[in-house]
Every structure is written in C-alpha cells, then in structure tokens.
C-alpha cells in the first residue's frame, strides 16, 4: 500500500513531563541522575526526545502538547523544531499536567477525537505498536491501553509481607501511549478530581466510571525509565533498535 492511500487515524499526543523522577534520584548516589529523568541523555538526545520522536514521524499526529514546570518550559522548547509541538505548563501532579493538555486541546478539535498520552520517560515505543494501537482502538466508543502480560509471579504485599499470590494469567502491565477520546477522558478525568480520586494512569479514570478500555498487547521493551538501573537497559534498547532500522 502506498502512502498516498495509506488509512488515517489523526490524533493529538498529551506527554506529562514535569515530574522530577524522585525514585530514580532516592535510589542513587551518582549526581548525574540528580537531573530530571526526561533530561538524562541517550545516544546524543534527551529521553524526552527519544519518547517523542516516533509521534513526529507519524503523518497521522496533529497536535503535541508537553506540559512541564514553570522552570523548564524554555529548556525543553528549545529541544523541538516542528509546529506540532506545544510546550504548556502543567500541574503538580501527572493527573494535572494532563488535564492541563487536555484543556488546551479541547479547544482546538472535536471532543470526540482521539489523544494519546504518554510517558515523557518511556523513549523506547515502537512504531509498530503505535500502528496497532491506532487501528484496534480507533472504532471503540472509549479507547485503550498498549500492556503487556506479566512475565512473573506477583505478590499482594501487607505490611512487607507476602498477603496473597496474584493470578498471573489475569495481570498485565500498563504501558502507554494510552488512547482515548478527547470529550470522555476529560469527563472522566475531572469526575475523579471532585471524587477526590488520584489516578496512576489515564485508563483508571476510564475505569472508575465504568466504562470499557479495550487492552492492546504491546511490546515488552516498551520500558519506562524510573531507578537508575533502567537507564543502560534503555540505552542498549534505543540503540538496538535505531541500529536494526538504520
């Protein structure tokens, strides 16, 4: 198939990057991972750019809006040339930096188009798994999730000691980009603010208010930067997967 007659699935791209990564920093005494995690550099750019980059290459990709603190709105708009890219201020919080996204954007497209959000510390999304999760998510009234299935054994913990053991065959991993449409997410998400809920990721406010997210089998590589150790793991998988496509 040509690009020419390629099928579109437009969207807008929400990235939350105005957390510190303060496990990354607790769990280290080396003072180059004192920097943000977004910030910290592999093979030449910044892990921000890394996790952007495969948006920018997407045709389909309208709009996307970084929300960051108030100190680092000049420093990560000088990391982008491209008119998609908006650089916004954020919230305390990932549940308020996205809301912050998600008001802008609301302005500018319909409310039943569809946005991503996505970790501003997972650099290593393929362009394959966001293919598949525009095309499984794209007829679904609400949206979706890229996750993976666990690979291991998974304890409920209480008081540092093992509760119970978890189904494995019923536990999966969140990854994102997570895909939803506009109107809903919002809804959703602010019904959780004046519920007094905080939510870990965008699929939960979904979940609160009973509705379905479909879940989409994602790479396992597709890895979020969080203890100092991740940082290699994700250098070596960057550069395993621009050396197979380059």
């Known amino acids: 198939m040509s690009k020419a007659s ?3 699935y437009p969207y807008s791209v929400v990235i939350p990057a105005g957390g510190s990564g303060q496990r990354m920093q607790d769990n280290t005494t080396d003072p180059k991972t004192s920097v943000s995690k977004q910030f910290q550099l592999i093979l030449g750019k910044s892990v921000l750019e890394h996790a ?3 948006f920018l ?3 389909d990709c309208q709009f996307i809006y970084i929300a960051v603190t108030d100190a680092e709105v000049n420093r990560i708009r000088d990391l982008f040339n491209d008119s998609r890219v908006h650089i916004i201020r954020g919230g305390k919080t990932r549940m308020q930096s996205v809301l912050a996204g998600l008001n802008v954007l609301k302005s500018h497209v319909d409310s ?8 501003a510390a997972r650099a290593n999304l393929y362009a394959s798994d966001l293919e598949k999760l525009k095309k499984s998510v794209y007829p679904e ?3 979706g999730i890229l996750a993976t299935p ?4 998974l304890k409920l913990v209480e008081e540092n000691c093992v ?7 019923k536990i999966w991993h969140a990854l994102t980009p997570q895909m939803f449409r506009i109107g809903k997410l919002y809804s959703a998400m602010n019904q959780a603010v ?3 809920i905080e939510l870990s990721d965008e699929s939960s406010a979904l979940e609160f208010i009973g509705a379905k997210v479909v879940l989409v089998a994602g790479r396992s590589d597709n890895i979020k930067l969080t203890y100092p150790e991740d940082l290699q793991i994700m250098r070596n998988l960057i550069n395993a997967r621009l050396n197979a496509t380059s």
């Open 163 to 169: 509760s119970t053991t978890l189904p494995r065959e």
């Open 150 to 153: 666990s690979k291991d054994t």
């Open 141 to 143: 009234a609400y949206g």
């Open 6 to 8: 390629k099928e579109s």
């Open 57 to 59: 290459a997407d045709q």
């Open 112 to 119: 039943e188009a569809w946005v991503m959000v996505h970790d």
């Open 194 to 196: 004046l519920e007094g």
């Open 52 to 54: 952007v980059s495969e």
